[in-house]
């Protein structure tokens, strides 16, 4: 380091640290809320930190400390991160000189997606080509940094063309606690500039299909048990729109859902006894469909536990003590009881039992998705729960409808304007693919069947090759 770097900066680093001469430098440009939360962490992990900053004197609040000028800085360390905004990168091309061979880790993002024509840190190369660029770090935040990494915030993607540039990014991300994956060269900068505007892409397709779900059925229902009571009987129950109709259209959706994250499987698997093999991939639909599973259940279980806190109001509804009261004195002036149903008590408590071991199971299956939970679990016990549990969660929550349609199919006032209940709609997925699951069971399709079947196509092969052995004989002799 120069004489004139020694006068203008003075390094930050830990009041607990002996061996500063062995602390190895890092430069921050930028003195914004991701720069110093970057700096302390550095602090913290036993890094000398060095800042620069175009307005020494009219910064932010640093770590204990002093900030220098972008000359003093850029010639003080190897490793410089860029925590700047890309319309502020021009002034780097007067320093160009001081950061040549210095390795550059590019921590910019963009507002939106396809800003620019290229990517921050390609940019950032082409204005520094003597300079060895590397993307990385930008996917976290300065609160990620404050805090320490998490299970949410772990990881740390880097990219560049320089393996050796690469490999010191790591080291220095390794010791701060965080995972690194590298994704390869220079090229892949976009991408990862990409990733911090990204809303939720892996919750797209599934909150898709439940808000459009939902609308369908609150409609459906809506004309099926509202407007027809309303035009056929000139009855006015719009009042159950708040309660009995969302409680009839949460569990309906839920359901079919629930249903949806166990149909690839089965699908998957019919998918493979038809070409005989395992190891032929999957289409590209199936594939994404596969991956949204989790996402898929666990919006099913936040349905099914809407439903169950709406059953629990049932009893306090205005409408049900007015119905209750009603029917009571109704029996009372007419000097009557009604006799006590044995399979109408079988019926509903079987209907509740159910629904409740259901919705047990359903919460295992919630809570073992989680990572801090799956994370402690063997792949053996995680597929255990999640498919030989899953299966038995939607079998129950599939009797647990049937139980409450019963022998309603048989009576004609269930079909108003000829249009089916809701639940015998909801039945038609999870009875598919619990029927499809159960011939997956049987000993024929079961799990040697795929080693059968590929045995099958080599036995196959053998004799088509022998056939052709004796016909390439026959045809010598004849000749």
């Known amino acids: 380091m120069s004489k004139e770097v020694n006068s203008e900066s003075v390094s930050l680093c830990p009041l607990s640290t002996t061996a500063a001469t062995e602390q190895e430098m890092l430069c921050i440009f930028g003195t914004g809320d991701l720069g110093r939360s970057l700096g302390q962490r550095f602090l913290q992990t036993g890094y000398k930190v060095v800042y620069g900053s175009r307005?020494?004197?009219s910064c932010g609040p640093l770590p204990p400390g002093t900030q220098v000028h972008h000359v003093a800085a850029a010639q003080s360390a190897r490793l410089v991160f860029i925590?700047?905004?890309?319309?502020?990168?021009?002034?780097?091309?007067?320093?160009?000189?001081?950061?040549?061979g210095k390795v550059l880790v590019d921590v910019s993002n963009n507002l939106k997606k396809n800003m620019y024509p290229e990517a921050n840190a390609e940019y950032l190369q082409r204005l520094i080509p003597g300079a060895q660029v590397v993307k990385g770090f930008n996917t976290l935040s300065a609160w990620a940094l404050q805090n320490g990494p998490s299970d949410a915030n772990r990881q740390v993607y880097v990219c560049g063309n320089s393996l050796e540039a690469k490999q010191a990014v790591i080291e220095v991300a390794t010791k701060l606690g965080f995972t690194v994956l590298d994704r390869g060269s220079l090229t892949a900068a976009r991408e990862l500039e990409d990733f911090p505007l990204q809303l939720f892409p892996e919750w797209r397709l599934p909150l898709k299909l439940a808000t459009g779900l939902t609308a369908f059925f609150f409609f459906y229902l809506l004309i099926r048990d509202v407007i027809y009571s309303y035009v056929v009987n000139d009855k006015d129950v719009s009042f159950r729109i708040m309660a009995s109709l969302a409680n009839k259209v949460f569990p309906i959706v839920s359901l079919i859902m629930l249903s949806l994250c166990y149909l690839p499987g089965v699908i998957a698997a019919f998918l493979q006894l038809y070409r005989g093999t395992k190891y032929k991939r999957f289409p590209d639909w199936l594939d994404r469909w596969m991956l949204c599973r989790k996402q898929l259940g666990l919006v099913a279980l936040a349905l099914a536990s809407l439903h169950v806190l709406y059953t629990l109001i049932i009893p306090i509804r205005y409408y049900v003590r007015y119905r209750l009261a009603a029917h009571t004195i109704s029996q009372i002036r007419e000097n009557k009881t009604s006799p006590f149903d044995t399979t109408m008590a079988w019926r509903t408590d079987s209907y509740y039992v159910i629904g409740i071991l259901g919705f047990g199971l359903y919460l295992l299956l919630g809570i073992t998705s989680l990572p801090s939970v799956s994370n402690i679990l063997s792949w053996r016990e995680f597929s255990f729960i999640q498919s030989k549990l899953g299966y038995l969660t939607l079998f129950f929550c599939t009797f647990h409808t049937y139980l409450y349609g019963w022998d309603k199919f048989l009576q004609p006032s269930s079909y108003k304007w000829f249009m089916l209940p809701g639940y015998m709609l909801s039945l038609v997925v999870p009875s598919v693919v619990l029927v499809l699951k159960l011939l997956l069971l049987l000993p024929c399709c079961n799990r040697p069947?795929?080693?059968?079947?590929?045995?099958?196509?080599?036995?196959?092969?053998?004799?088509?090759?022998?056939l052709w052995e004796i016909s390439l004989l026959s045809w010598l002799c004849l000749a």
Do not use: G, M, W
């Open 55 to 57: 307005r020494p004197h």
């Open 83 to 100: 925590c700047i905004h890309r319309e502020n990168y021009d002034f780097l091309e007067t320093l160009a000189p001081q950061l040549k």
């Open 449 to 466: 069947r795929l080693s059968c079947l590929v045995s099958l196509s080599i036995s196959h092969s053998i004799q088509k090759l022998k």
